[in-house]
């Protein structure tokens, strides 16, 4: 069992940026995938990032590609999502996923844990 927390969310306005930090316990996150989604009010949730359990292969959404970076630091068992030039549409809650082998990583079905998510709000 791995247990995710993610912090990190909070309001900016448009052109600012945040670090989120998704903290895991119960075991070394050296064993899982992680990811990145997020979820807007009356949408679904959406893929956002990927990092692989060595950190060598990531993946983004066209929408954040040159704006936001995942990395992670296994060290500390935890995996960061840094956002650079947000914009409004980016206003959602992101949540951090964790699985050791997703088939396709870029659908939910496929991570087994998740963290309760943090919000973020970007004003124009």
């Known amino acids: 069992q791995v247990q995710l927390v993610e912090s990190g969310g909070g309001l900016v306005q448009t052109g600012g940026s945040l670090r989120l930090s998704c903290a895991a316990s119960?075991?070394?996150?050296?064993?899982?995938?992680m990811a990145w989604f997020r979820q807007a009010p009356g949408k679904e949730r959406e893929f956002v990032s990927f990092i692989s359990r060595s950190g060598g292969l990531t993946y983004y959404t066209d929408s954040v590609k040159d704006r936001f970076t995942i990395s992670r630091d296994n060290a500390k068992n935890t995996v960061y999502l840094q956002m650079n030039s947000l914009k409004p549409e980016d206003t959602a809650v992101y949540y951090c996923?964790?699985?050791?082998?997703?088939?396709?990583?870029?659908?939910?079905?496929?991570?087994?844990?998740w963290g309760q998510g943090t919000q973020v709000t970007v004003s124009s």
């Open positions: 996923a964790a699985d050791s082998n997703p088939g396709n990583i870029y659908t939910t079905h496929d991570y087994y844990y």
């Open positions: 119960g075991r070394t996150i050296t064993s899982y995938a």
